[in-house]
């Protein structure tokens, strides 16, 4: 809202980038929203992209990405840990790790921006850069026209 508020009073356009931190394995933000619930709560604002990021290593993200990728019609944009921290708050996933898990998700056309958060390292980010260097990126998909509402979870009204 601040960032609406501060274009208008410049008379500009200013691009937001929207992410979300899922807290737990159930998918959810600290206030509860889903994924699907977190889009359509934002989507008013047509943010120049949405995404997710922090939380967990790319293997356990992917499972709340690809809803989120197959309806969001803004560029997706996802930044995971190097794998979930040990019982000393080290990340152990190499970056030959994350790289391969990311590139899965370029297979199935799940994002359009990535980078790294916690654990990650200039040698992930080089082996990120390597695996999507020549890689097409998500085509964003034409969102069929629906009355979408949502509180914690998603609801799309039939018409």
Known sequence: MAAQEAADACG???PLMISMTITDMAGRNLSGHTVE???HTI???KPLTIGLNCSFGADLLRPYLAPLAKQADALIM???NAG????LGQYDELPEQTA???EQWLDDGL???VGGCCGTTPAH???IATVVADRAPRTVPTAPVHTRLAGLEPFVMAA
Not at 84 to 87: G, I, K, Q, S, V
């Open 78 to 80: 996802a930044y995971p």
């Open 12 to 14: 500009r356009d200013v």
């Open 111 to 113: 994002v359009n921006i």
């Open 100 to 102: 391969k898990l990311i």
């Open 37 to 39: 619930g977190f889009w």
């Open 84 to 87: 979930l921290p040990n019982e």
């Open 125 to 127: 980010i080089a082996a």
């Open 43 to 45: 989507r008013h604002v």
